[in-house]
């Protein structure tokens, strides 16, 4: 895959961001602003995006503008400001989330992040999430907590089909995990993270089967369908053909998993 390129957050980017977020605040009569005028914004990076944070009482479109230049702020302290990391990640989780409630798409938070993709700024949020909840700093963490029910909670319908499908679900996105090394070239950086979520997750997995095992099996799962709706697109086209009848092993187990789980 090729390298990925670094942002260029230089202190005149840092600053223009912060110029931006003021003059759209002066722009709509932010009564709020001479909260943020106080003191000069160039000079209190941290303050310009916790007043984005706390004072919301613009349009929303402002507050759309705001998060997207509150990150790149954000990058800018982060290269200039190193000193304050724990403080940085609390304020971009709360910008994700704040952009999250927005409805901003993800991939325009992807620049000030240094990723390039809408799955990568889902991970960092699911990531934040799940240090917030004293799990692994993963998002693998956060999702299995999420979705797992009690062991009482969870469907018969479920561990029957886990007893009898669970291995060929692994060995087949096992198999498809290892198709990574010999078709990188037809991988774009999407679809190279989702195999490296499932190549994880694959990895995770322990046998014999028992319940505690459910949540690995639902994240293996979630990669697939992951993958799976992505894979029909035509940049794709020569990976699918290479997968030969792997890919239709695939979809009928994510199917059915999805089925058992869910009931359709």
Known sequence: ???????????????????DIVERRRKVHDPDLEVLLRDDPADHPLTVIRYVL????????VLVGDVIDGLWVLAYVRRYCPHLPDEADRLEHELLELGCTKQIAMIRMAPPLNVRSRQAVE????????????????????RAHRRSPTPSATSSAEATWYDRHALPLW????????????LDHLLDDELAENL????RAVREMQWPLTPAQYPTLREIGWWL????????????AAFREQL?????????????????????
């Open 196 to 199: 490296i979520g499932l190549r």
């Open 54 to 61: 706390t004072r919301r009482r613009v349009p929303d479109w």
């Open 225 to 236: 369908e992951e993958i799976l709706d992505a894979l029909p697109a035509e940049r794709y």
């Open 1 to 19: 895959m090729p390298k990925r390129a670094e942002p260029i957050v230089t202190k005149t980017a840092g600053q223009r961001a912060i110029e």
């Open 244 to 264: 030969s009848d792997l890919l239709p092993r695939l979809t009928l187990l994510a199917e059915q998993q999805h089925e058992a789980r869910f009931g359709s």
């Open 171 to 182: 060995e087949a996105a096992g198999e498809l995990v290892a198709c990574r090394a010999r």
């Open 123 to 142: 991970h960092r949020i699911l990531r934040h999430r799940a240090a917030k909840l004293g799990l692994a700093r993963n998002e693998r963490a956060e």
